[in-house]
């Protein structure tokens, strides 16, 4: 699987948008992007995944560059309870190992 | 969603014991099921590869008689850390597929301290 590269932190204001980056500029045509956050001291917990086009669900935005060598995560209105460390994995659709970087501590700040 | 759970959430033992954590699937069956470890401040790391009615995969590095994998029923999967030392203190997470979903379901995750 392609490596990952992330900011270690970021603070973002609750109620504005949080935007994550992800490096993976050695991404092979099959392999997906997944994203995962981890709120502190539990498990992690599936966001969202994408392979070239830009993806939505209830939780964030997922934006894929054109080249697909990096991808951005949005949470739209982040609140407190975003506060986590987000993880952006690249894997093949079907592999279901995942191997974790060292993600991007979020910190929403009052 | 599916749901992972994992017993117990947290667990004290003394050093030279056995430990045994449970990793059931709720609602689904896993014939597959991953155990990770989690030292404080550090990304989860793999440690082994459970399959269903047959021998566990480890990565390279985890010692398979040292970590006991069992995974004897769709619904469960055991890890069971023998003769445990402080060094083995840890954040120890299962996770699980769901059939043809794209992603994996984790358990609450253990945290393990030998004292």
């Known amino acids: 699987d392609a490596k990952t590269t992330q900011p270690p932190s970021m603070d973002c204001a609750e109620g504005r948008a949080a935007n994550l980056p992800c490096n993976h500029s050695?991404?092979?045509?099959?392999?997906?992007v997944y994203w995962y956050r981890q709120i502190h001291s539990q498990g992690p917990q599936y966001i969202i995944h994408?392979?070239?086009n830009n993806e939505t669900n209830e939780m964030a935005s997922l934006i894929i560059t054109e080249d697909r060598k990096s991808s951005t995560l949005i949470l739209p209105h982040a609140t407190l309870r975003d506060t986590a460390v987000y993880y952006c994995?690249?894997?093949?659709?079907?592999?279901?190992?995942?191997?974790f970087g060292t993600g991007t501590r979020l910190t929403i700040i009052p | 969603g599916a749901v992972v759970s994992q017993h117990p959430s947290w667990v004290i033992c003394k050093s030279g014991t056995s430990v045994k954590i449970e990793c059931r699937s709720l609602?689904?069956?896993?014939?597959?099921m991953f155990w990770y470890r989690q030292f404080p401040k550090q990304s989860l790391m793999l440690m082994a590869t459970?399959?269903?009615?047959?021998?566990?995969?480890?990565e390279q590095g985890v010692e398979k008689d040292k970590f006991l994998i069992n995974h004897a029923s769709l619904t469960l999967s055991t890890l069971t850390v023998t003769s445990a030392h402080p060094e083995d203190s840890s954040f120890y997470i299962c996770s699980a597929p769901v059939g043809t979903a794209t992603e994996a379901f984790f358990g609450q995750g253990t945290r393990l301290t030998v004292v």
């Open positions: 994995i690249v894997r093949v659709k079907g592999n279901e190992k995942l191997t």
């Open positions: 994408g392979l070239k």
């Open positions: 050695t991404i092979s045509g099959n392999e997906y």
């Open positions: 609602d689904f069956q896993a014939t597959t």
């Open positions: 459970s399959n269903e009615g047959s021998k566990a995969t480890y």
